[in-house]
């Protein structure tokens, strides 16, 4: 290669195909398996950066009965090394009822305190503030990273037209806010508006996206 001349590299494709098989059927572990391989390429994700989450349907020990659960990576830690015990398990119908008692913007930080009344399994990590940010999407599995390629789309001026430009209307655009409840409802707001897109790009900060599989 001549001097001066840039080469451009993907990144790598980590997924095994025989260590998820082995995983199969279970949703946490392949959460815990894909988040391990996010953080591992800090091209991806920033070292401390972005979270990840899955929702299963798991018996409720309170009444027996059938019920949604929210697994998400926790406050404090890393993908890269994320663990069962950094993940918080929160009951989804639960967190999405917040809503009737959310009080608007100012009031951001009681929401927190109301997460932790949510808690499905008692050896939940501390939700973080990013928890309703996949609460409120539908999706089964959600990923919200800082890779550097979507930061540079998403911090540069024209963000939100060249967003829908390379990605041909397939990628939402959701103008910057601290993460919080109300970030939650306005991710959800442009799912509603924009329906049958396959991820979100949050001005100045990085990407949502999201599968039916880990
Ligand atoms: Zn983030």
């Given at each position: 290669?001549?001097?001066?001349?840039?080469?451009f590299?993907?990144?790598?494709?980590?997924?095994?195909?025989?260590?998820?098989a082995?995983?199969?059927?279970?949703?946490?572990?392949?959460?815990?398996?894909?988040?391990?391989?996010?953080?591992?390429?800090?091209?991806l994700?920033?070292?401390?950066?972005?979270?990840?989450?899955?929702?299963v349907?798991?018996?409720?020990?309170?009444?027996?009965?059938?019920?949604?659960?929210?697994?998400?990576?926790?406050?404090?830690?890393?993908?890269?090394?994320?663990?069962?015990?950094?993940?918080?398990?929160?009951?989804?119908?639960?967190?999405?009822?917040?809503?009737?008692?959310?009080?608007?913007?100012?009031?951001?930080?009681?929401?927190?305190?109301?997460?932790?009344?949510?808690?499905?399994?008692?050896?939940?990590?501390?939700?973080?503030?990013?928890?309703?940010?996949?609460?409120?999407?539908?999706?089964?599995?959600?990923?919200?990273?800082?890779?550097?390629?979507?930061?540079?789309?998403?911090?540069?001026?024209?963000?939100?037209?060249?967003?829908?430009?390379?990605?041909?209307?397939?990628?939402?655009?959701?103008?910057?806010?601290?993460?919080?409840?109300?970030?939650?409802?306005?991710?959800?707001?442009?799912?509603?508006?924009?329906?049958?897109?396959?991820?979100?790009?949050l001005?100045?900060?990085?990407?949502?996206?999201?599968?039916?599989?880990?």
């Open positions: 290669m001549s001097s001066g001349t840039k080469t590299k993907h990144v790598s494709y980590l997924w095994e195909e025989s260590k998820a082995e995983l199969a059927g279970d949703e946490v572990a392949l959460l815990i398996y894909r988040s391990n391989l996010l953080g591992a390429d800090l091209r994700t920033n070292y401390g950066g972005g979270n990840t989450s899955c929702k349907i798991s018996k409720d020990p309170l009444t027996g009965t059938e019920t949604e659960v929210m697994w998400v990576k926790g406050s404090g830690g890393d993908l890269g090394t994320l663990k069962k015990n950094g993940l918080a398990a929160l009951y989804v119908d639960r967190l999405r009822s917040l809503k009737n008692v959310y009080r608007g913007l100012q009031y951001e930080d009681e929401m927190v305190e109301l997460f932790n009344h949510c808690i499905f399994d008692l050896a939940s990590k501390a939700p973080s503030i990013d928890t309703p940010l996949h609460g409120f999407l539908p999706f089964k599995h959600i990923d919200h990273l800082h890779p550097d390629a979507a930061i540079a789309i998403a911090a540069a001026k024209d963000g939100k037209r060249i967003t829908k430009e390379l990605f041909n209307g397939k990628l939402g655009w959701v103008e910057w806010r601290k993460p919080g409840f109300e970030l939650g409802l306005e991710l959800k707001k442009c799912l509603d508006e924009n329906p049958g897109i396959r991820g979100i790009m001005g100045s900060h990085g990407l949502f996206t999201w599968g039916d599989t880990a």
